[in-house]
């Protein structure tokens, strides 16, 4: 039964701490007091009501979806309120979509590929929304994946829409609010999204718990440790692509090819029961891209009759749930003020074992009860 199989599924494993481990950088908000135009754009936004928004994404209107992707990346409580009043208005007609997410290390190709696909696929008249999780800016609080002059044809396509990621925050919270705008761009009618990430850690099971279909870029002739590809992303990809398999790469990466197919058949059968097929292309030439397209289309056939289609996007819903309240409760406990205080004090007396880690941990844990019990009196 796929139902039963879902209990194995990657993200509900409990070795797999994936989105909790980065702790990141206190989220900024998206909107700067200090700039006049930012003030003067935020008072413009303010101007729209939740239904004014939600009109406009479902006519397509590409400003106000924009406006509103911003109110989700905001970390102010006045832009999540309205944020979330969107969402849920915008849910009903979310869904009606194909997900794919692509992975690979910085220079795989990744953009080149997206600029490629993505063309291909709105030639057919079908709307695409690349979006994309980016881990280094937490190290950076710059986004490699914003850079504008990436994706030059994709990002001036009327059937295009590019959303870089969110620019700085955990990577839960980051993905959370890619997850979100992807309620969005459906109901603005993108009924492709392609989500990127870098192939370096745990974005990838972030990116794996929102698609249907999980590609990887490689590259012939680097070894996987070069590549910095952990046997982990090896085992979520549905397919992996040998990019750059052009000029006097050909060769080299039909080999690959070989030897990824034959790296793939010792790992257990994914739940899909798709075998994960590894095919080679030249992003750059544009050739292997329609070979890559009809892969995903039998794919895509083969789990909507097993329906592990619909159950993976369950499962997803679920793991998504859980994954927001517990940024909700990190957040609330860490960013409290006086907690923080507390948990100096308990970390250096726990260093100089004057209490034992439990007896701290148990303590703070009962100060934030305290904490939340004053706030609710407050309230009533
Ligand atoms: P990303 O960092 O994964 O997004 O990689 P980019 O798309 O920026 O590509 C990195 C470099 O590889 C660029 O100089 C591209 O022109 C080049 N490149 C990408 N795809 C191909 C390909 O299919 N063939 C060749 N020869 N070069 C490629």
């Known amino acids: ?86 969402i849920m208005k915008c849910l009903p007609f979310s869904g009606n979509s194909v997900r794919i997410g692509i992975t690979g290390v910085p220079g795989v190709g990744k953009s080149t590929f ?38 030059e044809d994709l990002s001036v396509d009327p059937n295009a829409y590019i959303r870089p990621s969110p620019s700085a925050g955990s990577l839960g919270g980051v993905a959370r609010k890619t997850r979100e705008t992807i309620v969005l761009c459906e109901a603005a009618g993108f ?53 750059k398999a052009d000029g006097n790469n050909i060769e080299k990466a039909g080999l690959a090819r070989v030897q990824y197919m034959n790296a793939l058949h010792l790992f257990p059968a994914p739940d899909s029961g798709w075998t994960p097929k590894v095919l080679t292309c030249s992003a750059y030439k544009k050739t292997g891209i329609n070979e890559i397209w009809q892969m995903i289309d039998e794919y895509l056939i083969h789990v909507k009759n097993n329906l592990y289609f619909q159950n993976r996007r369950n499962q997803q819903s679920k793991f998504w749930m859980y994954e927001t309240i517990n940024e909700y409760l990190r957040n609330d406990f860490y960013q409290d003020e006086q907690i923080i205080r507390l948990m100096e004090e308990s970390e250096s007396k726990v260093l100089k074992e004057e209490i034992s880690s439990f007896a701290a941990a148990k303590k703070l844990l009962e100060f934030y009860d305290r904490i939340r019990n004053n706030k609710n009196k407050h309230l009533k």
């Open 1 to 86: 039964m796929i139902g039963d199989q879902f209990h194995f599924h990657i993200e509900n494993d409990p070795k797999y701490s994936g989105l909790n481990v980065n702790q990141g950088i206190e989220p900024l908000p998206s909107v700067s007091e200090d700039s006049v135009s930012q003030f003067l754009k935020n008072k413009k936004k303010r101007a729209y009501t939740v239904e004014q928004y939600v009109d406009g994404i479902l006519n397509g209107d590409i400003t106000m979806l924009s406006q509103a992707v911003t109110l989700v990346e905001s970390s102010k409580p006045q832009h999540q309120e309205i944020a979330q009043e969107i």
């Open 114 to 151: 997206i600029e490629a696909m993505g063309k291909y696929i709105t030639a057919q008249g079908k709307k695409l929304a690349v979006l994309a999780i980016d881990p280094s800016s937490e190290r950076t609080k710059g986004s490699i994946l914003g850079d504008k002059t990436r994706m």
């Open 191 to 243: 009924n492709h999204i392609f989500i990127e990430t870098v192939g370096v850690g745990q974005s990838e099971t972030a990116v794996h718990s929102m698609v249907d279909f999980f590609l990887l870029l490689m590259l012939a002739g680097a070894g996987d440790e070069l590549q910095g590809i952990k046997r982990g992303i090896m085992e979520m990809a549905d397919a992996i692509t040998i990019n």
